[in-house]
Nanobody, 124 residues
Framework: QVQLVESGGGLVQAGGSLRLSCAAS????????MGWFRQAPGNERELLAG????????YAADSVKGRFTISRDNAKNTVYLQMNSLKPEDTAVYYC?????????????????WGQGTQVTVSS
């Protein structure tokens, strides 16, 4: 089993920055792809960014390209999401996800491991 724990959420003003962290524990060698999703009230959970174990393949949703950056430290079993130029519409619960797949699926069904989520609120 793999456990994922997110941290770094909070309240920030529009235009500000936050960095989310997701620490993995357990059978971490089984993890290949890690991703960040978010879900706002009334909306589906969407993939924002993903990264493979080697870091040579990444994905970023159009809505966050140029503002959010995903990175990974395998020595610490941690993935990060640097969020800049935050907007009120970025307000949501942010989830870390992981799986053993050798690709970056965009569907929530493709990820076998999930964190508990961390709230990000952007005020205008």
């Amino acid at each position: 089993q793999v456990q994922l724990v997110e941290s770094g959420g909070g309240l920030v003003q529009a235009g500000g920055s936050l960095r989310l962290s997701c620490a993995a524990s357990g059978r971490t060698l089984s993890i290949w792809t890690m991703g960040w999703f978010r879900q706002a009230p009334g909306n589906e959970r969407e993939l924002l960014a993903g990264i493979t174990r080697s870091g040579d393949s990444t994905y970023a949703a159009d809505s966050v390209k140029g503002r959010f950056t995903i990175s990974r430290d395998n020595a610490k079993n941690t993935v990060y999401l640097q969020m800049n130029s935050l907007k009120p519409e970025d307000t949501a619960v942010y989830y870390c996800a992981a799986d053993s797949k050798r690709s970056i699926p965009t569907s929530t069904y493709a990820y076998g491991y999930w964190g508990q989520g961390t709230q990000v609120t952007v005020s205008s």
